[in-house]
């Protein structure tokens, strides 16, 4: 058998701008220029948070129409596939069109559909600015994140299989009744009912399970058959390879795909001069905003959190202000960013500096 996802082995780094910590804190990368140049010297991404062209001519380069967003994608989606391993995931921020939009992309590039989550930013968003009968719909406070994981596949030689297909071709194969599976867990009939399932009710197994059916497959199936359960065709799936084809995901009890929060504001919304930490380069007048994109902290927190481990690779190839390298520092893991534009790139530095800064001396508010 022959695992069809795309993997590529951890490669080396080519840092443009790095933090100097070293030690326990993993260091950030920040590239200034066109994430096309950085991805080849980032290593495998667990995650990659895209916040890239709307279609909405929102920052320089983004079209002005949805027509050149397929295009726009392309290069990086392309570079993204080849560089991902089974197990990562793409959070994908746009609007809902924009994201309709790039979805066939995105799937004909091997990413499957997991959910959509809906930033609902409230009525403050429109309050005192709709004319309804120029507009003549519901005014829009949304935008949406987009997840997507690696489509796992297998090749048999009865053809290309889904998990749920080939864990039953296997077991199948081995010339075992389904309900031995159970036996094979040691379980009443949990096993043969969540992990050989066609229905709907399937299971991933987890990888203790899965360590106990390949063993059982191996020693009682039969011999003409071995090994089952290979990725290679040479030896059974070790517990290491069937845990690294799946995603971490951590449970929030209570949060759903609807995230509420109003649109950045306060000390969170950076400014130009009006910050208390902004760069020099860039004086846009007190109190301007300095980045009309900036996504909220919390939501990369819960992102990150949710799909991913500590000291994990996360890319952020649209840097803007990089907040979710903000947030992956904060949180132990190591983001790779880019951003094309100096002084977008500038204020993103300046603001992943505090961050290091901030969690060196334990000031990072992670709330
Ligand atoms: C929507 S904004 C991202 C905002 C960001 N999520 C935040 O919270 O600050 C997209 C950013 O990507 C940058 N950008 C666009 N194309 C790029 C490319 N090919 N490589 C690197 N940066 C790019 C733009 O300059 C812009 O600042």
């Excluded at 920052?59 to 129409?65: A, K, L, M």
């Excluded at 500096?353 to 001396?361: G, H, I, S």
């Amino acid at each position: 058998m022959t695992l069809l996802v795309t993997t590529r082995p951890l490669g080396p780094t080519r840092r443009v701008a790095r933090s100097r910590t070293a030690g326990a804190i993993p260091p950030w990368t920040l590239h200034y220029g066109d994430a096309l140049n950085a991805y080849e010297g980032w290593p495998a991404p667990s995650t990659i948070i895209s916040d890239g062209a709307y279609g909405v001519g929102g920052f320089p380069g983004d079209p002005r129409t949805l027509g050149g967003l397929v295009d726009w994608y392309r290069p990086h989606v392309d570079a993204w596939s080849k560089n991902a391993t089974p197990a990562t995931t793409l959070w994908f921020w746009n609007t809902e069109v924009g994201w309709a939009t790039t979805h066939p992309l995105l799937a004909e590039n091997g990413w499957e559909y997991v959910q959509t989550v809906v930033w609902d930013k409230g009525i403050q968003h429109i309050a005192g600015n709709v004319n309804g009968e120029t507009i003549r719909q519901f005014p829009v406070v949304t935008e949406i994140c987009v997840l997507y994981r690696r489509r796992l596949e297998f090749a048999t030689t009865t053809g290309v299989m889904t998990a749920k297909e080939w864990l039953r071709h296997e077991w199948r194969r081995t010339g075992l009744p389904l309900y031995e599976a159970n036996k094979a867990c040691g379980v009443k009939n949990a096993a043969t009912r969540k992990y050989l399932t066609q229905d709907w009710l399937w299971y991933f197994p987890p990888a203790e399970m899965m360590q106990l059916l390949v063993a059982y497959a191996n020693k009682h199936g039969d011999l003409r058959g071995r090994p089952y359960f290979s990725l290679d065709g040479k030896r059974p799936v070790t517990t290491t390879e069937w845990a690294a084809l799946r995603h971490p995901w951590a449970h929030e009890h209570a949060v759903t795909n609807v995230w509420s929060h109003p649109p950045l504001n306060g000390e969170e919304r950076y400014k130009g001069n009006g910050h208390r930490s902004a760069p020099r380069v860039h004086r846009p007048g007190k109190n301007a905003t300095v980045h009309l994109n900036q996504k909220p902290l919390a939501f990369m927190r819960r992102i990150l959190t949710a799909s991913t481990r500590l000291s994990d690779v996360v890319w952020e190839p649209f840097g803007g202000l990089c907040s979710a390298s903000v947030a992956a520092i904060e949180l132990g893991r190591r983001p790779f960013a880019a951003e094309k534009y100096q002084v977008f790139h500038e204020h993103a530095r300046q603001r992943l500096e505090e961050a290091t800064r901030n969690k060196e001396t334990g000031m990072a508010d992670c709330g």
